[in-house]
């Protein structure tokens, strides 16, 4: 069946420094979402990214995904202490009402 | 105050027992979904449903089951064939609108003694 692995699985940045998370797909991806779960709470869904090559900015957060729509990264400018948690991808697969959830990045940001 | 609730938020049983967790949601959504989350691990999909009274496996349903008797309601029993029930369970719903997506419940914690 269908993979999707994130890298890398935890990350420690300094205050400020920026972060990058990496998903990949074993499949073509229909859609990606990315969500945020931080420490003892729940996903929050975030962004949803739909187009070959489509590229999303949020404030510091910006998103992309991969022109084989195999891959996406969530990239984070200047991290702040507000950006702890643990970032998924998930692929809406069109087909199904099932949602693929990637392994996670754990970020944890030093002050 | 529109969302999706689950109840209670931490949950002790003795092996061998059967539990149910409850999930409620009033957003009018039709899919929802249960996920089980080890910890430092991924969401698993225990079972979804696409509409009132009918569900479908995910990728770890054995040990597991529910019923979709109301809409606002898909609550997930832990049988005592589930070999390792302790785990973080998430309930969510889907959103059809504009931007298709998920809302999840705050989460119930069972520890199995």
């Known amino acids: 069946g269908q993979q999707v692995m994130q890298i890398p699985q935890y990350q420690h940045v300094q205050e400020g420094e920026d972060f990058t998370t990496y998903c990949n797909s074993s499949?073509?991806?229909?859609?990606i979402q990315w969500y945020k779960q931080r420490p003892g709470g729940h996903p929050v869904f975030l962004i949803q990214?739909?187009?070959?090559?489509e590229v999303k900015k949020q404030k510091r957060l910006t998103f992309q995904f991969g022109e084989a729509k195999k891959n996406s990264s969530l990239h984070i400018t200047a991290t702040q202490t507000t950006d702890v948690g643990t970032y998924f991808c998930a692929d809406q697969n069109s087909g199904t009402y099932k949602y693929i959830f990637g392994t996670g990045t754990r970020l944890k940001v030093l002050a | 105050d529109g969302g999706i609730t689950q109840s209670p938020k931490y949950l002790f049983r003795k092996e061998g027992q059967n539990v149910t967790l409850s999930c409620e949601q009033n957003l009018n959504h039709d899919a929802m979904y249960w996920y089980r989350q080890d910890p430092g691990q991924g969401l698993r999909l225990i079972y979804y449903s696409q509409i009132v009274n009918d569900f479908q496996k995910g990728d770890i349903a054995e040990g597991y089951s529910v019923s979709r008797e109301k809409k606002e309601s898909f609550p997930l029993t832990v049988t005592s064939a589930q070999k390792n029930p302790t785990a973080f369970y998430l309930c969510a719903s889907r959103d059809r609108g504009r931007v298709d997506t998920q809302y999840f419940g705050p989460g119930t914690r069972l520890t199995v003694l």
């Open positions: 990214l739909v187009k070959s090559g």
């Open positions: 499949t073509t991806l229909s859609n």
